[in-house]
């Protein structure tokens, strides 16, 4: 029979497991998106400088927004080592390396997908355990996971992806900070890990079905008000 002692340890145990996954999964989200930006730096023919830059504004840009909005001390990607050292690296081997094919572009959108919904959770997160209400945990979930896409368009010079014109992308990050927010009104903190998974497993696969069935939010219609012509005016004057 198991002891309410041993299913407290094992409930323990899947709790760090679970940070510790999260924590694994937003490293891949920060490599992910330094190769995407990698790609774009190609196309650009940057030097190593251009590299190494537009993949740390893209892939800690929106952590680092985040935080800085958030004012609680020196921005993550600046006091963990292993963010920084996993953008330049990433950098560096996207520099190095010129990838392609049906292969890469899968796998990298796969990681990006699970980035997206991790980071959209995550943020959320950061926001409720610095006070914040639902709302603004909401909008800094998304801006973590939009963010650094932003910054490396607007360095670009190009229109930022987030604004429409493709498949569902910051309506993911939404998805996956709206479970953080409800799980933290229905469950203790103690679950912060296991909620955060699993807010970035439905933030990411919804992601993953966007790109595979082609959703998308409608375009802003062309919509004017019917004004009654001049010929029923004179009639009815």
């Not at 807010?199 to 004017?224: H, K, M, N």
Request: glycine share 12%; aromatic share 6%.
């Amino acid at each position: 029979m198991v002891t309410p002692l041993l299913l407290a340890a094992d409930t323990g145990d899947l709790a760090a497991a679970s940070v510790e996954l999260v924590r694994v999964l937003d490293l891949l989200g920060v490599a992910a998106n330094v190769l995407l930006a990698g790609v774009l730096a190609r196309e650009h023919k940057f030097d190593l400088v251009g590299f190494l830059v537009l993949g740390v504004a893209a892939g800690l840009g929106g952590g680092m927004i985040r935080d800085t909005l958030l004012q609680r001390g020196t921005p993550v990607a600046l006091t963990d080592l292993s963010y920084l050292s996993v953008a330049l690296v990433t950098a560096v081997v996207a520099y190095l390396v010129h990838v392609e094919g049906r292969w890469w572009s899968r796998g990298v959108r796969v990681l990006d997908a699970i980035a997206l919904g991790t980071w959209g959770a995550v943020g959320a997160q950061r926001a409720i355990a610095a006070g914040l209400h639902w709302l603004p945990a909401l909008m800094l979930g998304t801006i973590t996971a939009v963010g650094g896409g932003m910054v490396r368009d607007l360095m670009l010079r190009r229109t930022p992806i987030v604004f429409g014109g493709n498949t569902l992308y910051a309506t993911c990050a939404t998805a996956a900070a709206g479970v953080v927010v409800l799980a933290d009104l229905l469950t203790s903190s103690e679950h912060q890990g296991l909620t955060t998974l699993l807010a970035a497993v439905v933030g990411g696969t919804f992601c993953l079905l966007s790109y595979r069935l082609g959703w998308r939010l409608p375009e802003a219609r062309d919509w004017r008000p019917r004004r009654r012509s001049a010929r029923r005016r004179r009639g009815t004057a």
